[in-house]
């Protein structure tokens, strides 16, 4: 879901995939990841570099199609018109959650590294009962702008554009979670060659624009 938006941007545009017509599918991440592995029939698999790489373990998709395409970074957020608390620091960081009713947290590579570094700090049991997580496939802004959460951590992406909603930062040095989506071309792909002709583009100098303006950076340029 965190690449949602830029990925109907990007194909959608024939300056970046050219005239092919391209149906997308999203979803979160574990649900699309269930999808391929039940067989359903397509050609790309776009989705976080560690879920890529178990289906590529598992077969579902060819291992040396496999590429880096968007890097993304993960912020923290609150509801809007309220005065913002100060995140330059770990402290800070710890201090805003431990202080938090409601923290928010996605089931996709954000909210992992989120807990591992809960675990980390010897607070996630503390917390246990104040972490609401996203269901599949709703951002954690939602979340945040019905006022069901008091703070929410998740992909920048995530919460461009949502009314309601204020990011505060990217996550202090120390802290910081970086996710990296990828892509690769599905093993019941029916068009194979196609599908890496659309990872090329994807990774391409065409895309670098909208990448950046979805609060992401291309993974060529950021390695």
């Known amino acids: ?89 770990e402290d800070d960081l710890r201090q805003i959650l431990l202080s938090s009713e409601r923290i928010g947290y996605s089931t ?16 996630r049991d503390h917390l246990a009962d104040r972490l609401v997580q996203a269901p599949a496939g709703t951002p954690v802004a ?14 920048r992406s995530e919460f461009t554009g949502v009314d309601g909603v204020t990011v505060v930062g990217a996550l202090p040095p120390g802290c910081e979670i970086v996710t990296v989506f990828g892509g690769a071309v599905a093993s019941v792909a029916s068009d194979p060659e196609g599908a890496r002709r659309i990872l090329d583009a994807l990774g391409g100098p065409a895309a670098a624009e909208a990448v950046r303006r979805h609060g992401m950076e291309p993974a060529r340029s950021a390695a």
């Not at 050219?18 to 391929?36: M, P, R, W």
């Not at 397509?42 to 570099?49: M, P, Q």
């Not at 939602?142 to 992909?155: D, R």
């Open 1 to 89: 879901m965190a690449t949602k938006a830029l990925l109907t941007d990007l194909l959608g545009d024939p300056a970046v995939v050219g005239e092919t017509s391209i149906d997308l599918e999203s979803g979160g991440g574990v649900t699309i990841a269930d999808q391929v592995r039940s067989g359903e029939p397509v050609d790309l698999v776009l989705l976080a570099k560690g879920a890529l790489a178990r289906l590529a373990d598992e077969g579902h998709v060819v291992p040396d199609t496999v590429v880096p395409l968007f890097v993304s970074e993960v912020v923290l957020a609150v509801p809007s018109g309220g005065e913002l608390p100060s995140l330059e620091s």
């Open 108 to 123: 996709g590579p954000s909210g992992d590294g989120l807990l591992r570094l809960l675990e980390q700090w010897g607070v």
């Open 142 to 155: 939602h979340l945040l702008a019905a006022g069901e959460i008091s703070v929410g951590v998740q992909q």
